[in-house]
């Protein structure tokens, strides 16, 4: 026994297994508040099979460290998705390692949200750091190296004898995983797939179907799948009353060879709308318009990993993100069907301002694949440093205004769209840009902060639509405005806390992705439309006023128009998982198939028992979606 090696290297990998499962246990806790026997075996298995690896091709001499090294970036990784979750409420999948360059750009917004015990996966390894400093310097003996024949033969027979073991080890944990993986790829629900096959199991799976899609659409055919859309949404009762044979639908042409003006309104729900604070209103500009405007209080968001560029993606589009990467980084390179490329038929000069860098989120590659003529970024605003993305709306208004006032003297019409950035997390407002006072309950929290910057946001809407009046613009453009994404962090800001402070209903799921729309078509009376919609029927709606009609141009649309629809239905990803839907009355997010889904009425914000009347809208709605990404995948790429 004396020439067992001192070095056998089981105990580091021993160790290191232990050290693992125990933080993605840590990672089960902090993503689905519990951890359980089933999901710690299998998670077991998964870092089995990547440490099995490493103790097979690894020489001795570099395991221990390797296995360290191993288990700091292992750390890193998962307090990453730790941050990523709670940031963005879905489970992070390996693609959106391609997007961590984004990070320093909303650090503002994801500082607040690193608690101490997020730490906690790194506790060992400070533990280690500090006990290897105390014996390093301690350490002052000679090292004797023994050397004998017999000495060398059983090692060699223990190194065999270990990597046979090993062997048996992985192949028992690689057909235990695959097992968990194949069973785990009918569940659509992202969530629920995650917690039923492990975190590191997952990342398998949506690789794997990754892969399976990426063949299917290597074989596809853009016709054919366009010709399934159109098939496919026949079969949806989208109108009980609106006759389909008319000549033109309702509204059609009331804004013809207008212009367009689209303001994207940073982090805008709609629960602040006709909201009041101390008897101040949070959007009096936005209350004033609603009234002088088509208002769509049912709105959802319906963004992907793009956030905010997504909903450019879609409002432009009215394609769905597939949610697997964001749609200006994964598909800015495509030719894409899009509102500004159908404007250029009817003569229109396209333009989209944002104060931030151009290549933030990869708008440099997106812009050109939507057709904007022009765009406008950071270097064409004066800084007056409002957050840390730079300049202020009125600044951003301030040039956009200048550019649109030389289009318009060319006497085509514009298309224009603004990505306001005031009201972007941490919502804190420079002092001089103040225009509300919030209550001392409130100040310094969250809410209190959100309310702020949500109020500056509307006031420089305000001096915009003032400045388009003065111009002689407003009576001849379409204005719409609308939130991309929600802006209230439920993990900072519950619903009770809302309901309690304002004094208003809220969830922390419907209220939270509920977005204001508005439309104002000059010389049209404003109207409350209560259809639920979502941010791919933008582009429709927007459409139809114009006089476009997309059957007419074949234009592939994801979306309906909100003014010439009865029943609606629509689906969203990312921030709920995959087959969760809104229609007319509930909101539908699925467990791990339909019949353990949970309906949550939108209008009392109550769960809704009987679910078995919202089967065919599910089933609709994943086949739509499944479509809507083998569309986008097909469509051709721009040559350089």
Known sequence: MNNIPKRFSLPSIVL?????????????????DQTNIAGVLKDTLSI????????????????????????????????????????????????VLGEMGQVPQIRASITPLIKPYHFLFFADLLIAAIIGILHFSRRNRD????????????????????????????????????????????????????????????????????KQESDAIANGNLQQTKAAVEKLQSTYPYNN????????????????????????????????????????????????????????????????????SDAEFMSNTSIYPTGSEAMSVGFGNRELPSLPRLLQKYNYQSATFHINSVDFWSRNL??????????????????DHFNDFGASDEELYRVGLEKLTEISATDKPFYAQFVTTSSHAPFVV???FLQMKIPTDLQGSQLGNYLSAINYTDYALGQLIEQLKEQGLWDNTVFVAYGDHFGIQPKETDAAEITAKLGIP????????????????????????????????????????????????????????????????????????????FNNDVMFVPGKGFEDGIATSLKTLQPVQDIIGYRDDYDYIRSLMKLSDDYVQLLPRRTP
């Open 430 to 432: 420079p002092d001089e």
């Open 506 to 581: 809220y969830d922390n799921q419907i209220s939270r992705f509920n977005i204001p729309l508005f439309i104002h078509v000059p010389n049209q009376k404003g109207q409350v439309v209560e259809l639920t919609g979502g941010q791919l029927d933008i582009m429709p709606t927007i459409s139809n006023l114009l006089g476009i009609s997309l059957k007419k141009e074949q234009f592939t649309a994801f979306g309906r128009d909100l003014l010439n629809t009865d029943n609606n239905v629509f689906g969203m990803r990312y921030y709920l998982p995959t087959g969760s839907f």
């Open 48 to 95: 089995l099979v990547i440490l099995c690896l490493l103790e097979l091709i690894l020489p001795r001499i570099v395991k221990r460290p390797t296995f360290w090294i191993f288990n700091a970036i292992f750390s890193f990784l998962l307090f990453a998705a730790t941050l990523y979750q709670i940031h963005f409420g879905s489970v992070p999948a390996y693609s």
């Open 143 to 210: 090292f004797r190296i023994h050397s004998s024949g017999s000495s060398f033969g059983h090692t060699r027979r223990i190194n065999y004898r270990s990597k046979i073991i090993t062997i048996l080890f992985l192949a028992v944990c690689m057909g235990l995983s695959a097992l968990f993986i194949n069973r785990g790829q009918a569940i659509d629900n992202e969530w629920a797939q995650a917690e039923d096959v492990g975190f590191l199991n997952f990342q398998v799976s949506t690789a794997l179907r990754n």
């Open 366 to 383: 997106l812009y050109p694949g939507l057709a904007f003529d022009n765009y406008y970024d950071k270097p064409f605003y004066t800084n």
């Open 16 to 32: 290191t297994v232990l050290l693992l499962v125990a933080k993605l246990s840590l990672l089960r806790i902090f993503f689905f």
């Open 241 to 308: 009353n609106k006759s389909t044979t008319t000549s033109q639908p309702e509204f059609f042409a009331s804004a013809e060879e207008m212009n367009v003006i689209v303001v994207q309104l940073e982090s805008f729900q709609n629960f602040t709308i006709n909201l009041k604070v101390d008897q101040q209103e949070a959007t009096p500009v936005l209350n004033k318009l609603a009234k002088e405007s088509y208002y769509f209080p049912y709105v959802y968001q319906q963004i992907g990993q793009g956030n905010t």
